[in-house]
């Protein structure tokens, strides 16, 4: 009686490829350069889709399609925005609404810059996410399940930053209590990032190019069913501090 063939072998070529697609690589040099140009073309894009749903709104408001904003709740709107003079129906403060309430600033000028940046910030991180959800399938594809969270982290701040950026993380601390602090001497996405306006400008343009990564450890953590926030903070270039909370399972608490 002759012997059935594996089912591996009845495979075509094609399925397998797409299973376990070949690695493919791209230079370092090349890396930056495209990071820096995606954020020029999504701050565009953003910045269209904005001034699209502002005017839809407006009209919307014109014909009596929406009801105008109350007083009471205009003032509070002005009030999240910064105090600016942003309308009862400004699409840009609604945008920042729904990323959570952000922190009112210091003043108006900065609270209007941080609220043009927002719609930028939120595509960054959605595309980390989904970076971060392919590395964390490839690369948890032969290896066992983690058994808490620092496991985890040790695996992002080993094996996901040499692959993405070919060292692995300075320093992690953690108060056992799901807050970690990955921090890295010399973070690559930020390495270049310069401004001839001075130190302050420069500061800004890094924490927008390390949405991105920040963007990644999300995504990461969300395959493997974690939820939690990514903050990175820069106070120098190239140095970068990220700073992750993760809501531990009952298993861990």
Request: aromatic share 6%; proline share 6%.
């Amino acid at each position: 009686m002759a012997s059935r063939p594996s089912t591996s072998s009845l495979a075509p070529i094609s399925l397998a490829t797409l299973s376990d697609p070949p690695i493919k690589l791209i230079d370092g040099a090349a890396f930056d350069y495209f990071l820096i140009e995606m954020a020029s073309t999504l701050r565009e894009s953003a910045a269209f889709a904005t001034a699209r749903t502002k005017r839809i709104e407006a009209e919307m408001l014109e014909a009596g399609l929406i009801p105008a904003a109350t007083p009471a709740v205009t003032q509070s709107i002005s009030k999240k925005a910064g105090g600016g003079a942003a309308g009862p129906r400004d699409s840009v403060t609604s945008l920042s609404s729904t990323r959570g309430g952000k922190s009112t600033s210091s003043s108006a000028a900065a609270s209007a810059v941080d609220e043009e940046d927002e719609p930028l910030r939120a595509r960054l991180e959605t595309i980390g996410m989904h970076v971060g959800t392919c590395f964390a399938e490839r690369l948890c594809a032969h290896r066992p399940p983690f058994d808490d969270t620092l496991e985890v982290m040790k695996f992002i701040c080993k094996d996901v930053w040499v692959a993405l950026f070919d060292k692995q993380v300075d320093n992690l601390r953690t108060n056992r209590r799901g807050m970690f602090q990955l921090s890295d001497a010399l973070f690559k996405p930020i390495q270049r990032v310069s401004s001839y306006l001075g130190r302050g400008e420069t500061i800004k343009k890094a924490r927008l190019y390390a949405t991105l990564p920040a963007g990644i450890i999300r995504g990461i953590l969300a395959t493997m069913g974690y939820s939690g926030t990514v903050v990175p903070e820069i106070t120098s270039v190239p140095q970068c501090t990220l700073k992750v909370n993760i809501k531990l399972p009952k298993s861990e608490m």
